[in-house]
RNA sequence: GUGGGUAUAGUUCAGUGGCAGAACGCCAGACUGUGGCUCUGGAUGUCGUGGGUUCGACCCCCACUACCCACCCCA
C-alpha cells in the first residue's frame, strides 16, 4: 500500500474545520493591521536559502530537500532547486526582484503556506509543515527600523494567541546583536568558555567548535552553572540597538504585553539580528515553540538587494492547532437539511430541490432514491442533519413536503417554497 | 544523524507455539413512507515487510520499514 510520505499527513475533517478557523481568525487579523497577502513559490534556488539562512545552519546543511535540475543543454550544468525550508527568504527576494522599495511606506506581507524540513518527525515536527507568517520591510527611511515596527509585530502575536483562545504562552525576548557588535559578543563569549568546555557535555564541546551561542541554549542541568556565568549579550549591544531594545520594552509595558527577557534565547537562523523572539507554550512536548522571529536587519543586502532593514515572524501552524486543541474543542458545521428521495424517480425531484435550496444558501445533502426512509432518517441523523426533507410521490403530487426536525421528532407539511424559511427562521 | 518504545479489523486495543478476539464504528434484518433506543445477523484482517527456527509461528530469532517519544535542531 502507498502511504503518505515520511513526516506528511493527510489533514482530515473534522481538523481540516479548525485550520480553517485559525486561517480566518489570522485574515481577519492581519487585514486591520494592514498586511497582505504574498504567495512566494515553495521551490526556490538552493543558492537562496544558502546565503540568506546561512550556509553552516542545521537547517540549510542537513535538512533540505534539494536536488540539480536536468540541463537544459548538454554543455551546461542544472540549476539546484530546493523546496523552502522557511518563507523569509522568498519574500525578500520577491521584494528585490520586484523593486517593491519603490512602493510607498513600509511593506507589510504575510503568507500561509507548506514549508520542508528534512527532519527527524516527531510531537509538533514534520518535514511538510505549515507556517502563517508576516514580514515588514523597507528602506529606513520608510520606518522600517523603527522599535515601534517590532513593539506592534509583537502586540499583534500577542492579540492572536489570545483571539484564538490560546491560553498560557510565554513571549520570550532577546537582542541578539548586529553585524557589528555580534563578532564581538562572540570573541568575548569563546574566550570564556575556552577554559570551562571540557567540564560540559558532549553538546556543548561540539558547540564550542560550530557555534558558541547555541551553548546558552543548553538544557543539560549541569551545565547551567556554568551557562550563568558566560558574558550576556546584553553588555556587548551598541548604543544603537540598546536603545532600540529598550524603546521596544517601553512599548510592550505600556501596552500591557506581557514578556520576559530571556538572555539565552537564541535563533538557527544566520539573518537575525537585534530584536528575537519567541512564544512558548507548554503543551507541546519538546518542541515548545509555537512561533519565533525576529529582524533581520542586513538580509536584503546579503541577498545583492538594496538596505532594506525588516522584521517577521512565522507561527508553526500545526502546532498552534494543537495547543489550540488542547484549550478547546472545535465545532463542526453541520448539514441543515438531509434530502430523503422515496422511491423511483424521486431523485431528480431531490436534485431540484437541492439546486433551489442551495440557492438560498441552505446547506443540503442528499440521499438516494433507492434508500428506505429509515435508512436515510438515520444517515441524515448521524451525519449531523437537523432536519429530513421527505421527497416521495405524494409530496410532489401535493407541492407540499414532510420537514422533519430531526432533535424534536416533530413533522409539518411545508410548502415548497416556505422550506428554506422553515429551517432557517427555527 | 543518535537513543528508547510500538506495529493484530475502519478506530482504540486484548491475546495464545495448535481454528484470529473484544468494544466502538460500518452493513443488513426485525420495521415495504419515519431516525435516535433495543434485539438479531454479517463483513471486518496478507496479525507492518522479508527471511529463519519448528511437524506447526500472529506468538520465538534476525533483518528491514513505518509510526510514536526524546536528543539534536527548529515552527
Not at 554543455?75 to 525578500?92: F, I
Not at 416533530?410 to 417554497?417: F, G, H, K, L, P
Request: proline letters at 5%.
Amino acid at each position: 500500500m502507498i502511504k503518505a510520505v515520511r513526516g506528511t499527513r493527510d489533514l482530515l475533517p473534522p481538523e481540516t474545520e479548525t485550520w480553517n478557523f485559525v486561517e480566518a481568525k489570522v485574515r481577519e487579523l492581519f487585514r486591520v493591521y494592514n498586511f497582505q497577502e504574498i504567495r512566494t513559490p515553495i521551490l526556490e534556488d538552493l543558492q537562496l536559502f544558502q546565503r540568506s539562512v546561512g550556509e553552516e545552519t542545521d537547517i540549510v546543511s542537513k535538512e533540505m530537500f534539494a536536488w540539480e535540475d536536468r540541463a537544459r543543454a548538454q554543455s551546461e550544468k542544472g540549476q539546484w532547486l530546493a523546496l523552502r525550508p522557511e518563507n523569509t527568504a522568498g519574500v525578500v527576494r520577491a521584494y528585490i526582484e520586484h523593486k517593491l522599495w519603490e512602493r510607498p511606506g513600509l511593506q507589510r506581507f504575510y503568507y500561509i503556506g507548506p514549508q520542508f524540513r528534512r527532519e527527524r518527525p516527531q510531537k509538533g515536527r514534520y518535514r511538510q509543515f505549515f507556517q502563517i507568517g508576516a514580514e515588514v520591510i523597507g528602506p529606513s527611511s520608510a520606518g522600517s527600523e523603527s522599535p515601534a515596527v517590532d513593539a506592534e509585530i509583537l502586540e499583534m502575536l500577542a492579540s492572536l494567541l489570545d483571539r484564538l483562545g490560546i491560553q498560557g504562552w510565554t513571549l520570550q525576548l532577546n537582542s541578539v546583536g548586529n553585524a557589528s557588535d555580534r563578532p564581538k559578543y562572540f570573541e568575548a563569549l569563546r574566550s570564556a568558555l575556552k577554559d570551562v568546555v571540557v567540564r560540559m557535555c558532549a553538546d556543548c564541546q561540539r558547540r564550542y567548535e560550530t557555534n558558541p551561542l547555541r551553548v546558552l541554549d543548553c538544557k543539560v542541568p549541569e551545565d547551567q552553572p556554568i551557562i550563568e556565568t558566560l558574558p550576556r549579550m546584553a553588555d556587548y549591544l551598541d548604543e544603537n540597538s540598546r536603545t532600540h531594545f529598550a524603546e521596544v520594552q517601553k512599548i510592550l509595558t505600556t501596552l500591557g504585553v506581557p514578556f520576559v527577557i530571556n538572555h539565552r534565547l537564541v535563533r538557527g537562523l544566520d539573518y537575525y539580528t537585534r530584536t528575537a523572539f519567541e512564544f512558548t507554550h507548554g503543551a507541546l512536548g519538546a518542541q515548545n515553540a509555537i512561533l519565533g522571529g525576529g529582524r533581520y536587519d542586513g538580509l536584503s543586502e546579503s541577498l545583492g538587494g538594496p538596505p532594506a532593514p525588516g522584521i517577521g515572524f512565522a507561527i508553526g501552524e500545526d502546532r498552534l492547532v494543537m495547543s489550540l486543541q488542547e484549550s478547546a474543542g472545535s465545532a463542526a458545521t453541520p448539514t441543515d437539511i438531509y434530502i430523503a428521495p422515496l422511491g423511483a424517480g424521486m431523485n431528480v425531484h431531490a436534485a431540484l430541490l437541492a439546486r433551489e435550496l442551495r440557492r438560498q444558501g441552505v446547506i443540503v445533502t442528499a440521499g438516494d432514491e433507492g434508500f428506505r426512509l429509515k435508512k436515510s432518517l438515520e444517515t441524515a441523523s448521524k451525519t449531523g442533519a437537523r432536519w429530513a426533507l421527505i421527497v416521495g410521490e405524494n409530496e410532489v403530487q401535493s407541492g407540499k413536503f414532510a420537514l422533519k426536525n430531526l432533535a424534536t421528532g416533530e413533522q409539518t407539511e411545508v410548502d415548497r417554497d416556505q422550506i428554506a424559511a422553515a429551517v432557517q427562521t427555527r
